[in-house]
């Protein structure tokens, strides 16, 4: 099994930025990408950005040269640097891994980003 600890959330002014975190454990070697996702009150969760164990990276357009993810392997650790944050940025944002054959391994609990005008 795979387990997905985020941090870094919080509350921001529009504009500013935030780094998200999710550390990852357990079965490591299972996992094929990790994403971020995020879902607002009454809307459906959607992908935010992912990255594969190769560093390949896929973004979403609305924070295509915004936000940037990137991944430490040796700290099993996924970020999310997110600047020029939007007052529609605000939301839950969860971490997902992925395996090889595209099935979600797990889920991190969520990390709520507030923006603020």
């Known amino acids: 099994q795979v387990q997905l600890v985020e941090s870094g959330g919080g509350l921001v002014q529009a504009g500013g930025s935030l780094r998200l975190s999710c550390a990852a454990s357990g079965s490591i070697v299972s996992i094929y990408a990790m994403g971020w996702y995020r879902q607002a009150p009454g809307k459906q969760r959607e992908l935010v950005a992912a990255?594969?164990?190769?560093?390949?990276?896929d973004y979403a357009d609305f924070v295509k040269g915004r936000f940037t993810i990137s991944r430490d392997n040796a700290k099993n650790t996924v970020y999310l640097q997110m600047n020029s944050l939007k007052n529609e940025d605000t939301s839950v944002y969860y971490c997902?891994?992925?395996?090889?054959?595209?099935?979600?391994?797990?889920w991190g609990q969520g990390t709520q980003v507030t923006v603020s005008s």
């Open positions: 997902n891994a992925a395996g090889s054959s595209g099935g979600f391994l797990s």
């Open positions: 990255i594969t164990s190769g560093g390949r990276t």
